[in-house]
């Protein structure tokens, strides 16, 4: 396994953006802070939820638009963004200037290892179209505290099962070079406890 670096920088090449991870104790829990950037017009994540962890921060600058719970709202430079666990939501950059963000996940689950592999696995496809068969592994290893909301719940938990086992067979997650693999996927180094 590959030990996790004390900050964690991850681009995806197709979208321009960018994300900086490290861990933080806050009132004796465990944080992740994110600081990142999207390009004018830039699209973050799909619809998603987080079961474990709130996103919370600051837009430093830029346009921040996003969709909480069916509800739009834009943030601008200076505007605080909070993205509750439990409430299906994404982002996007709305503005024509690079978005920036200062931001945490609290407490921390495995959103940081979660993260580095979808950046992994978005950067090994050819035009910003995720394999099947990596994204289905990472949605079943991460279901518990992370969901994408691509398709009605248990269309998803069918299709991915049978592409984890369609994969397993045609030998994609053989060793440790395939796109997302858990045992390069490490995250932030953990950090003392309570500090």
């Known amino acids: 396994m590959t030990t996790p670096p004390a900050t ?3 681009e995806n090449r197709h979208t321009g953006e960018v994300l900086e991870l490290s861990r933080f104790w806050e009132n004796g829990v465990e944080c992740l802070r994110l600081v990142g950037s ?3 017009g830039g699209e973050g994540p799909p619809l998603h939820i987080h079961y474990i962890e709130d996103e919370e921060g600051v ?3 830029g346009l921040l638009s996003a969709v909480v719970d069916g509800v739009r709202i834009d ?3 200076g505007e605080r963004v909070t993205l509750p666990r439990g409430l299906p939501h994404r982002w996007w950059n709305g503005g024509s200037e690079l978005l920036v963000f200062d ?4 407490p921390l689950g495995d959103i940081d290892r979660y993260l580095q592999a979808a950046f992994e696995i ?5 035009s910003n179209r995720p394999s ?3 994204i289905a592994h990472l949605a079943l290893r991460h279901r518990h505290n992370q969901t994408v909301l691509v398709m009605p719940g248990p269309v998803q938990a069918v299709l991915f099962r049978a592409a984890v086992a369609i994969g ?3 030998g994609k997650y053989r060793g440790t070079d395939w796109p997302g693999c858990p045992a390069r996927c490490a995250g932030t180094a953990p950090l003392s406890a309570g500090r």
Do not use: C, D
């Not at 931001?103 to 609290?106: E, I, M, N, R």
């Not at 978005?122 to 050819?126: G, L, T, V, Y």
């Open 8 to 10: 964690l920088r991850l």
């Open 132 to 134: 099947l068969f990596y």
């Open 122 to 126: 978005a950067n090994a496809s050819p």
């Open 168 to 170: 397993t067979l045609l």
């Open 59 to 61: 837009v430093r600058s």
């Open 103 to 106: 931001g945490s996940a609290k």
């Open 38 to 40: 999207l390009p004018p």
């Open 75 to 77: 943030a601008r430079a």
